[in-house]
């Protein structure tokens, strides 16, 4: 390009188009990222909405061997 001229022919060929590599890892690992976020906050809320529905019966129920009526302060100590 001569240094008078300006229009748009002058410019470098565009390559801004094409990712490279190193930046489609990094998109997708942002993805990645995103869809894992998304997969916890919607874990979260059906925790929040319904917070016994996932605990299984037997846990409020196991550890009561030696923790019988009257022996609850001996088991602390």
């Not at 470098?12 to 894992?36: H, N, R, S, W, Y």
């Not at 976020?37 to 929040?48: A, D, E, H, N, S």
């Amino acid at each position: 390009c001569d240094g008078g001229q300006t229009l748009p022919l002058c410019m470098p060929p565009a390559t801004g188009l094409g990712m490279d590599a190193e930046q489609k890892t990094v998109f997708a690992f942002v993805i990645f990222l995103l869809v894992f976020l998304v997969m916890l906050m919607v874990r979260c809320f059906r925790i929040l909405l319904d917070p016994y529905s996932r605990m299984p019966a037997s846990s409020w129920t196991d550890h009561k061997e030696g923790l019988e009526r009257g022996q609850f302060d001996y088991a602390l100590v």
